[in-house]
T-cell receptor, first 110, second 116 residues
Framework: RKEVEQDPGPFNVPEGATVAFNCTYS??????FFWYRQDCRKEPKLLMS???SGNEDGRFTAQLNRASQYISLLIRDSKLSDSATYLC???????????FGSGTQLTVLP | DTEVTQTPKHLVMGMTNKKSLKCEQH?????MYWYKQKAKKPPELMFV???????INESVPSRFSPECPNSSLLNLHLHALQPEDSALYLC???????????????FGEGSRLTVL
């Protein structure tokens, strides 16, 4: 079983749609959780951290379920510019233990 | 614009060549990283420098040789590479490795390497 698993997609959604991605992790000792965004042929950039209480940043909502060991990202009112690959990242305590999921590809269609 | 700059953006080299990738950051970060990323795959950690000392080498072949001349610079020296080493090489930095609970790695745009 992979340490961090994501549905690779692709997710093709119309503009204005709501889309959700899930990510599961295997190490119950994992300490911190993040979503990164990577545009085609560009570098990954931190989108948001994921807190136990859930957190929201504009149209983006991230949630963590420690009991079930999964993280989610919800994007409301999708924009064309949201098209990218979304990487789930889990930190189990050190630089070596920062594990990237394989990413979920999102395409928002006009 | 990214605050981590990498050069060159593109590099084509033969299997007998020696070349170097360069990375620079001026954010005062004390941890710097090299990642390798193949198409449609996540970044894979290669090396970590913490306070200019190599702290992690993820069993990377010796044809890749990292160097950290000072706290702002990170190089990756390449020699006798194989075609399967063709990939995007990403440099990243963070405040420190121990504060990765913030999870924020700042990546450069990458150097796209093709080995013929």
């Amino acid at each position: 079983r992979k340490e961090v698993e994501q549905d690779p997609g692709p997710f093709n959604v119309p503009e204005g749609a709501t889309v959700a991605f899930n990510c599961t992790y295997s190490n119950s000792a994992s300490q911190s959780f993040f979503w990164y965004r990577q545009d085609c042929r560009k570098e990954p950039k931190l989108l948001m951290s994921v807190y136990s209480s859930g957190n929201e940043d504009g149209r983006f909502t991230a949630q963590l379920n420690r009991a079930s060991q999964y993280i989610s990202l919800l994007i409301r009112d999708s924009k064309l510019s949201d098209s990218a690959t979304y990487l789930c990242v889990v930190n189990s305590g050190s630089a070596r233990q920062l594990t990237f999921g394989s990413g979920t590809q999102l395409t928002v269609l006009p | 614009d990214t605050e981590v700059t990498q050069t060159p953006k593109h590099l084509v080299m033969g299997m007998t060549n020696k070349k170097s990738l360069k990375c620079e950051q001026h954010m005062g970060h004390r941890a710097m990283y090299w990642y390798k990323q193949k198409a449609k795959k996540p970044p894979e950690l290669m090396f970590v420098y913490s306070y200019e000392k190599l702290s992690i080498n993820e069993s990377v072949p010796s044809r890749f040789s990292p160097e950290c001349p000072n706290s702002s610079l990170l190089n990756l020296h390449l020699h006798a590479l194989q075609p399967e080493d063709s990939a995007l090489y990403l440099c990243a930095s963070s405040q420190e490795t121990d504060t990765l609970s913030t999870g924020e790695l700042f990546f450069g745009e990458g150097s796209r390497l093709t080995v013929l």
